[in-house]
């Protein structure tokens, strides 16, 4: 790699990881190791907590296409500065819920963060600024971010937790996006689409604009599987938590696995992405659904040796092909009109989540233990596998006539 290149993937995607670290890692697995203390105090079921993030999730979901439309016409600085504002105001009102209906309002408005400042967000801000040769490994760096924000997080809330409580743990957490803040001011430029000559960052790309999207096969094949990717993905990551508490480790032990898992992600998405200059992009998100399915029936056992297989090949599987169905949707789609059209994909993206998280919570209520949700997940992946075998690729100097 040229020392060019380098300091291009310095900038920029280490960045946008930074970002990902605390939006992703506060709102998603930052917020389960409170899971025990909120049961405890409150006297809640898992489906009763886990609605949280359904409702989060849902809510995001439905508010998604309208926010990339903001940022295709104002740009991801704006909607950085808004979101990392609105989830510092989110984890201080957190300290001081009183029942589960101010839980859950208090994750409506944390919808509003996470679409404002989320992995869509990001992903936008990287592909604009960033050429066709770095643009993969680029967007590999930049969600990194996720599993950085998932491996030190929990950490940070565990100390907090153990130290102050809960409450006053949520009220020191709250200060991180406004340290975030600080930056985005001060050094992300609203726009940097061109180079120093002139020329277009995104001239590689085929663009299409919203209304012909809607009309490729392809659009609705990436809705259906991310729905199942993202439904497998928060419901099993969410809930890996109680599942090994459930099979009765230590919560120490319990945080440890979340982090492994985390840095096994990371590693994952940065490496995807890496290859996607080696290896066919599409090729790659098919090997990575079947591992991370093989990782599904492991937990799906229930037991305490096959977990530990479980985790590396969930994980992995994970941690590529998210990297990898971002980086498909900026490559068949453009960036010019990316915001509303990423912004409808993860709308099913985030309605997969919050079900997966909750009903996974759900189905381990009902059935008496998480063996089930795996199961589920399972059947999930199995679906996204086939659906990933009608996705072609897009021909160089194809037209971009929708097909």
């Known amino acids: 790699m040229k020392s060019s290149d380098i300091k291009i993937l310095l900038g920029i995607p280490v960045f946008g990881m930074m970002i990902l670290a605390v939006t992703n890692g506060m709102t998603f697995s930052g917020l389960t190791v409170f899971d025990e203390a909120l049961i405890g105090e409150f006297e809640w079921s898992k489906a009763t907590l886990k609605f949280r993030d359904f409702l989060n999730l849902g809510v995001a979901a439905l508010i998604i296409p309208f926010m990339g439309a903001i940022i295709d016409k104002y740009g991801v600085k704006t909607t950085f500065i808004f979101g990392l504002i609105l989830l510092s105001i989110c984890f201080f009102s957190y300290s001081y819920i009183g029942s589960s209906t101010h839980m859950y309002l208090v994750h409506i408005v944390m919808a509003f963060a996470l679409a404002a400042a989320g992995t869509l967000a990001a992903i936008i801000m990287v592909s604009q600024r960033i050429d066709g040769d770095n643009r993969g490994k680029a967007i590999g760096i930049t969600l ?50 061109f180079t120093s000559e002139g020329k277009s960052k995104t001239e590689d790309l085929v663009e299409l604009t919203f209304n012909d999207a809607l009309k490729t096969k392809r659009f609705w094949l990436l809705c259906l599987i991310g729905f199942f990717c993202y439904y497998s993905i928060m419901g099993g990551y969410l809930n890996l938590f109680l599942y090994m508490r459930e099979l009765e480790f230590t919560t120490e032990t319990a945080i440890q696995a979340l982090g492994l898992m985390s840095a096994l992600i990371l590693l994952a998405k940065f490496l995807s992405g890496v290859l996607t200059d080696y290896i066919n992009k599409y090729t790659m998100f098919k090997i990575q659904v079947f591992i991370m399915l093989l990782g599904a029936i492991g937990f799906s056992l229930y037991s305490t040796t096959a977990v530990w297989y479980a985790i590396p090949l969930f994980a992995i599987g994970w941690g590529g092909l998210y990297t990898l169905i971002n980086f498909i949707i900026i490559t068949v789609f453009g960036v010019n009109s990316a915001g509303k059209i990423g912004g409808t994909i993860s709308f099913f993206e985030s309605m997969g989540a919050g079900l997966g998280i909750w009903l996974s919570g759900l189905i381990a209520d009902k059935s008496g233990s998480y063996a089930m949700s795996f199961k589920v997940i399972a059947v999930f992946l199995i679906l996204a596998l086939i659906f990933s075998f009608f996705i072609s690729p897009v021909k160089e100097n194809a037209s971009t006539e929708p097909t």
């Open 144 to 193: 990194a971010g996720t599993s950085l924000g998932g491996y030190f997080m929990p950490r940070i809330g565990g100390y907090l937790l153990e130290e102050f409580g809960w409450r006053q743990a949520f009220r020191y957490e709250a200060i991180l996006p406004l340290i975030l803040l600080v930056f985005v001011v001060l050094f992300l430029k609203s726009s940097d689409k």
